[in-house]
């Protein structure tokens, strides 16, 4: 810590602006980097952020320039790191697989490919469970605003929905109601649980 502290303010604010461009980036997936690839993320963010502030904040007083240029490249690198987070990976895997250079979704797993793209909606989702029951949750019949949105999925696997449906390993269908007399109810599926996922979407842009 004592030797960041004495590298020159500039480097400072590179790396520290950097660092949170990255987190922003690669939230959920930064753990699975490795050291040199987090660096190297590090410094393009922070490189990135800072020379734009740099030529944005040229023509002002320099006086000036060093107290805008911490919070700007702030500013910057949160939306740089944010666009990359929904836009970057996506596209430069459509552009590899576009030309035959990777089959490979560029995703730290399938799972996450599938919960990661923006532009489609789930409507339904479908949990078989590894003791052969069915947990359903019609997510376009749920109310808007409820906590941790309508599902929360991680990238390990596990799920939290509102359940509307559950059939037992032996048909028996049992229906539920998500939300009664002001409260929520919120079920928590553990990978460990979990034997198949069935997800219904639809394009949010087409309707489709």
Same mark, same amino acid.
């Given at each position: ?17 950097? !660092? ?9 997936? &930064? ?14 963010? =922070? +490189? ?26 702030? $500013? ?32 730290? *797993? ?19 469970? $590894? ?13 808007? =605003? ?6 929360? $999925?991680?990238?390990?696997?596990? +799920? ?22 002001? *409260? &929520?109810?919120?079920? !928590? ?9 069935? $997800? ?9």
């Amino acid at each position: 810590m004592n030797e960041l502290l004495e590298l020159p303010l500039q480097l400072q604010i590179t790396l520290v602006v950097g !660092y949170i461009g990255y987190k922003v980036g690669s939230i959920g997936v &930064s753990e699975k980097h490795k050291t040199l690839d987090v660096l190297l993320q590090v410094l393009v963010f =922070g +490189v990135i952020a800072t020379s734009l502030t740099t030529n944005l904040i040229s023509k002002l007083p320099l006086s000036n320039q060093k107290i805008i240029m911490p919070f700007l490249s702030l $500013v910057l690198v949160f939306a740089i790191g944010a666009l990359w987070r929904r836009f970057g990976n996506l596209s430069v895997a459509f552009v590899l697989r576009k030309f035959g250079v990777t089959r490979e979704n560029l995703q730290p *797993s399938t799972w996450e490919a599938i919960i990661n793209l923006p532009k489609y909606t789930w409507s339904n989702v479908s949990i078989r469970t $590894v003791d052969g029951e069915y947990l359903e949750s019609f997510l376009s019949t749920l109310p808007s =605003g409820l906590p941790n949105s309508q599902i929360d $999925v991680d990238e390990n696997g596990n +799920v939290a929905m509102y359940l509307t449906r559950r059939i037992d390993a032996d048909g028996n269908e049992t229906a539920y109601e998500p939300v009664e007399e002001g *409260s &929520s109810h919120i079920t !928590y599926i553990p990978v460990s649980r979990i034997d198949r996922v069935t $997800v219904t979407r639809f394009n949010a842009a087409s309707g489709e």
